[in-house]
Nanobody, 122 residues
Framework: VQLQAYGGGLVQAGDSLRLSCAASGRLDRAMGWFRQAPGKERKFVATINSSGTRTYYADSVEGRFTISRDNAKNTVYLQMINLKPDDTAVYYC??????????????????WGQGTQVTVSS
């Protein structure tokens, strides 16, 4: 399945943004969001199981970000509120090898979108 992430942009600290990840086919696996800040490694942000009933977050975004999915639309979302300059990064969506959530390593994910830039100014 091919993934396309979109919805990034330039916002101010405290603003909200919603990212979307559209799949070319049926989404029947857990999905995740990762991000890569300039000069840093790509890191786990959030994941959701295939049915959308279980979600998991990195400590740095817990309480501010919400991952969700609409399987009828083959789309996964990342709602971000109270954005901070440290959230500046390229955000990637990915499809897991597994249907259950909770996996956080890049190697647990097999398909990746191209990334969308989120820039948060102070």
């Amino acid at each position: 399945v091919q993934l396309q992430a979109y919805g990034g942009g330039l916002v101010q600290a405290g603003d909200s943004l919603r990212l979307s990840c559209a799949a070319s086919g049926r989404l029947d696996r857990a999905m995740g969001w990762f991000r890569q800040a300039p000069g840093k490694e790509r890191k786990f942000v959030a994941t959701i199981n295939s049915s959308g009933t279980r979600t998991y977050y990195a400590d740095s975004v817990e309480g501010r970000f919400t991952i969700s999915r609409d399987n009828a639309k083959n789309t996964v979302y990342l709602q971000m509120i109270n954005l901070k300059p440290d959230d500046t990064a390229v955000y990637y969506c990915a499809s897991s090898r597994f249907s259950s959530g909770g996996y956080r390593r890049e190697t647990d994910f097999v398909s990746w979108g191209q990334g969308t830039q989120v820039t948060v100014s102070s």
